[in-house]
């Protein structure tokens, strides 16, 4: 006996099979199958022979974040799939069948939106799904909570005369079922390979993106696009060689802050002080030209740097600081101890 990993259904859920030696010599990736669930007669499709490796891969996604994930073999074989039951090949009747499920599946769309909007049912339609058999229509939703759909299953039931099945999804599965387009140009990753769609952290889009546009980062569902995951890592280990924004750094054209960091290009937007602590030039300087001052503590935030309302400015923090009973106190070139370039040209 051998087994194999499938998926089945719109939502193309994966499941493992059990099947013949025999029966195992005719599959392969991509071939359609007929596999019996709890719903009925589905229509399968192979993608590999069943291993705890390709069980990890699909399951938490791509080999990169299989391997990042913190998941331990005993964890894997604790995780349970969908074991549906292996019929046969598809047959010629299956084909013609599947064909004619798809040039039916416009028209049942149709009916079934308008028996919604004539029952006045609180919810959006997504799709429409006929499973192999005949047994069962799916009907994929989404809504913003529970909805009373016992009329409209009645409703249903009669003009079709199957066995109704109301499933409600979220608005990331609602993209998933969708022919969509991303901003790569290839089908988004929910409709293609991904499985679990973990949420994205909003500290993972801050790190990938300047602005944080909503339209730059946001997918067709309205959340973080699911891609920021993939170069996480990466945008991690270089924004651990970067200096950090509102630390001091001393380069070749005198003392300054970091006030903007350009992971990509690696380089860092520094902005030079004068004698008196205040903001002068902005340069953009590589980061291995910039050395990193330690001993002196960094500005508080990038609001502040920014001088945005309510945030100190650099001034009103020093003043804050100055003991009453003295007239200055030393500025940050002094504490640091290091030679301001415009002295030096005056001294000579």
């Known amino acids: 006996m051998k087994s194999f990993l499938i998926r089945y259904s719109a939502m193309r859920t994966v499941a493992r099979i059990v099947c013949s030696e025999e029966d195992a010599q005719s599959l392969r990736h991509g071939v359609k199958i007929a596999v019996r669930t709890l719903r009925g007669l589905e229509l399968g499709t192979v993608v590999c022979e069943a291993s705890l ?35 046969r090949l598809l047959t010629d009747q299956d084909k013609e069948r599947i064909a004619n499920n ?17 029952l006045n049912v609180g919810l959006s339609l997504v799709k429409i799904e006929r499973i192999l058999g005949g047994e069962r229509l799916i009907v994929y939703y989404v809504a913003e909570g529970r909805v009373d759909f016992r009329e409209l299953v009645r409703s249903l039931a009669a003009e079709f005369q199957v066995r109704i099945e109301m499933k409600q999804i979220g608005v990331r599965d609602a993209t ?3 022919e969509v387009i991303g901003d790569c140009g290839r089908e988004v990753c929910c409709n293609t390979f991904l499985i679990r769609m973990p949420s994205v952290a909003m500290k993972v889009a801050k790190i990938q993106v300047e602005t944080c546009d909503p339209s730059k980062i946001s997918g067709h569902c309205g959340r973080l696009k699911c891609c920021m995951r993939y ?35 690696q380089k860092v937007v ?11 030039r902005r340069v953009v300087l590589p980061t291995n030209e ?14 502040a740097l920014k001088g945005e309302k309510g945030a100190p400015t650099p001034t009103e923090a020093t ?15 002094d504490m640091l101890n290091v030679p301001n370039k415009q002295d030096e040209s005056n001294e000579t």
């Open 53 to 87: 490796e390709q069980i990890k891969e699909m399951i938490f996604g791509p080999s990169s974040l299989a391997q990042s994930s913190e998941v331990s073999s005993d964890d894997l074989k604790k995780i349970s799939i969908p074991q549906p039951e292996f019929v």
């Open 102 to 118: 798809k040039a039916r599946e416009k028209d049942d769309f149709m009916r079934c939106l308008k028996t919604v909007h004539r």
């Open 176 to 178: 998933k079922l969708r």
């Open 231 to 265: 170069e996480n890592d990466y945008y991690c280990e270089l924004q651990k060689k970067s200096p950090a924004i509102g630390s001091y750094v001393s380069t070749d054209a005198g003392v300054g802050r970091v006030i903007e960091q350009q992971l990509l290009a």
């Open 270 to 280: 520094v902005e030079i002080l004068n004698d008196n602590d205040r903001e002068g």
């Open 290 to 303: 910039v050395r990193p001052i330690k001993g002196v503590p960094q500005r508080k935030t990038r609001n």
């Open 319 to 333: 003043s804050e600081q100055t003991p009453p009973n003295e007239s200055s106190a030393p500025n940050v070139i």
